[in-house]
């Protein structure tokens, strides 16, 4: 079964300019959510969605949203970039079934570069 | 709120030699879930192992176990017989109370990370 897949793997932004990362669950996933890794924060979590309809989200600005299809990939936008914004995004899949064994299974990341 | 605290920044272990990695955390919730990622130079979190707050065994997974004490809110992994691909950051994380399928279940808080490099 293919893994979690992120596109595209790296980018290449200037600071308030908007970018688009996209993210395919693995098959049968419904639940997909969104961190942001960098080195002076580590990993946060930005949101969570299921069934097209974001559940849970973390403590990021307005500039940051997302939105989830119905084949349950998902993407997420960040508009007038800043510098700050340069990070690790990765994204993670689940089932969605039940019980707290519920594991994230996380793809390769986008890493952004803002100049 | 939800804490992880990994105290060790870096290790450098022999291999071949069994290592710990610590990591504690606080809650509040009476129900949680504790995982371990490996997350290698390219970048993907690749799961580890997991522990259920009311699991009675410590869990195991082929080299990894994970060291569980409740009442120290304590999650320590272990690595047996360290090898050279195991060189790599690796995080301690916790999910809340909420078990899936509620909504707004799947919240990880991670801790910093502890860079582990083998030695050969």
């Known amino acids: 079964k293919a893994g979690v897949t992120q596109t595209p793997r790296y980018l290449i932004k200037t600071r308030g300019q908007q970018v688009t990362l996209s993210c395919s669950p693995i098959s049968g996933h419904r639940s997909v959510s969104w961190y942001q890794q960098t080195p002076g924060q580590g990993l946060q979590f930005l949101f969570e969605?299921?069934?097209?309809?974001?559940?849970n989200k973390g403590n990021f600005p307005g500039r940051f949203s997302g939105r989830q299809f119905s084949n349950s990939r998902s993407e997420m936008n960040v508009s007038t970039l800043e510098l700050g914004d340069s990070a690790l995004y990765l994204c993670?899949?689940?089932?969605?079934?039940?019980?707290?064994?519920?594991?994230?299974?996380f793809g390769p990341g986008t890493r952004l570069l803002v100049l | 709120a939800q804490k992880i605290t990994q105290t060790q920044p870096g290790m450098f272990v022999q291999e071949k030699e069994a290592v710990t990695l610590d990591c504690t955390y606080d809650t509040s919730d009476q129900s949680y879930g504790l995982f371990w990622y490996k997350q290698p130079s390219s970048g993907e979190m690749i799961f580890l192992i997991y522990?259920?707050?009311?699991?009675?065994q410590n869990a195991t997974e082929g080299r990894y176990s994970l060291n569980f004490q409740k009442a120290r809110k304590s999650a320590n992994l272990v690595i047996s017989a360290s090898q050279l691909g195991d060189s790599a950051m690796y995080f301690c994380a916790m999910r809340g109370g909420r078990s899936v399928p509620i909504q707004g279940a799947q919240k990880l808080v991670f801790g910093q990370g502890t860079r582990l490099t083998i030695n050969p």
């Open positions: 522990q259920g707050s009311y699991d009675e």
């Open positions: 993670a899949s689940s089932p969605w079934t039940s019980g707290s064994k519920e594991t994230q299974y």
């Open positions: 969605y299921f069934s097209e309809t974001q559940r």
